[in-house]
């Protein structure tokens, strides 16, 4: 093999494993079972300002701001829930928040009015699965997923959980959004034009983060030397 084929293939791959920004993907599994805090820096992500809102529940009944230690975030352990739900996120571990969990395989599924989530690196498409009680008090509720750059929401994705009343019951989605550069998340609920608090388990956040411009140009330069040798 002729010496600058060598040289390309080396500074490709030197590009490749250091020169393109690096994606994310969080499915908290490895860590304790435990409370995290307020605000959590955790592999590419600070998650910060949980349940930071006020607002309503679908029966009219207004909610504040809560004290600090119920807008904790939480890895909990839902070895039970991935029991029933097997489609669900990644076994056992789930972000979820407030007060409380439960230790060991039974779990607690917090409050989750509103999260947000700033990025180390831009990012271009991100998707997240959630669990969540439908029905009984909760329907009409939309979650929703933003993504901002400089404060702009510049993406999105929703959806409204079921109101078929009676009983609530737990039940899973998801959310995504591509088609943008970012470099921060909200994930949060709404009913009508106001804040509200379902509540929510989080898994398998996954975040494609945006190639280094200067990626492109290397490769494209390598691209075009080795046109001219041949």
């Known amino acids: 093999m002729k010496l600058w084929i060598v040289m390309i293939c080396a500074a490709v791959i030197g590009l490749c494993s250091a020169g393109v920004n690096a994606d994310v993907f969080h499915d908290y599994e490895g860590l304790a079972e435990d409370f995290y805090g307020l605000e959590w820096a955790y592999n590419g992500v600070t998650y910060r300002d949980v349940n930071n ?126 088609g943008a550069v970012f470099d921060q998340l909200h994930l949060y609920a709404t009913y009508g034009s106001e804040y509200s608090k379902p509540r929510g388990l989080v898994d398998n956040l996954s975040i494609t983060a945006v190639p280094e411009p200067g990626s492109f140009i290397l490769l494209a330069s390598l691209g075009l030397l080795a046109v001219r040798r041949r």
């Open 53 to 178: 809102v006020s607002g309503v529940f679908p029966d009219g009944t207004a909610f504040e701001v809560p004290e600090e230690f119920r807008r904790n975030l939480i890895i909990e352990n839902a070895g039970l829930f991935f029991n029933d739900f097997p489609a669900y996120g990644s076994p056992v571990n789930t972000l979820t928040f407030g007060m409380s969990y439960i230790p060991g395989e039974n779990l607690t599924i917090g409050p989750l009015a509103s999260v947000w989530m700033d990025l180390d690196e831009l990012s271009e498409a991100a998707s997240l699965e959630l669990a969540y009680f439908e029905n009984g008090p909760w329907g009409g509720i939309v979650y929703h997923l933003d993504a901002l750059l400089n404060d702009q929401v510049v993406a999105s994705d929703s959806f409204v959980i079921s109101d078929l009343g009676g009983r609530d019951n737990p039940a899973i989605g998801s959310l995504s959004l591509s």
